[in-house]
């Protein structure tokens, strides 16, 4: 069966050459600061749900997944090390006034979607309301991001709130974005499973088929200075 989950969609529909250079050609793409300070915050708050962890267990869970890679200097990482320790405090706080029901953290799907597909995913937080229906929600960071408003027709959410409908039995009431460095939190639109479906076959039939034919933005790409088709190194001539 061919897999398909929410990054390898997003890499194809970023560039056709991004999805080949990472899941066909075996490479990856190299941590920055970003990348290394979102996975640390995310080992914590998935540490923080499973195990209902008190402020001080959280921010040693932080210290102990610590990742150290990607950042230019010492100093710069202290500095990224302790916005970090601030931001799970008032995250901490957060929680603890909210008093929201966490069902998972960090919760897999694996559901055969037809045509030879396997749709699968990972969700970082699963909520349960009083009704008995669930949420799904996935952590952002925030530090850029200005979450307003509703998302619509949101794939990523989308392929989570359908995988955990599909593995529990259940209605998935709320899709949402967890904004962490500013407690905010940002509903999604569900696809609708027809519309979904059918874009991620869609999607899957073309990566099946090695089509290559769209390609992204360099300057904004991981693999931009690695991959054989950028054309950033010419930008910056
Ligand atoms: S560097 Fe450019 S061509 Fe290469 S994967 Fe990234 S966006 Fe695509």
Redesign the pocket.
Known sequence: MFELNYSKINAYL?????YK?IYIDGNYTKHNRKTSFGLSIHKALKEFGTKRLGIDRLLNSYEENWCNYGYSNGQEMMDYYYKGVDILKKFYEYEIKKKSTILYCEDSFDIDIGEDFVLKGTVDRIDKNDDGSFNVIDYKLGLEENGEGLVKNNLQLSIYAFGVSKKYFVRVKNLKYYFVSNLKEVEAEYMGEENLLSFIKDCGKKMRDSVFEK????S?????DI??????KYDKI
């Open positions: 970023f560039c056709n050459y991004l250079f390609k992204g933005r360099c904004l790409c991981l693999a931009k991959c054989q088709f950028s054309d950033f």
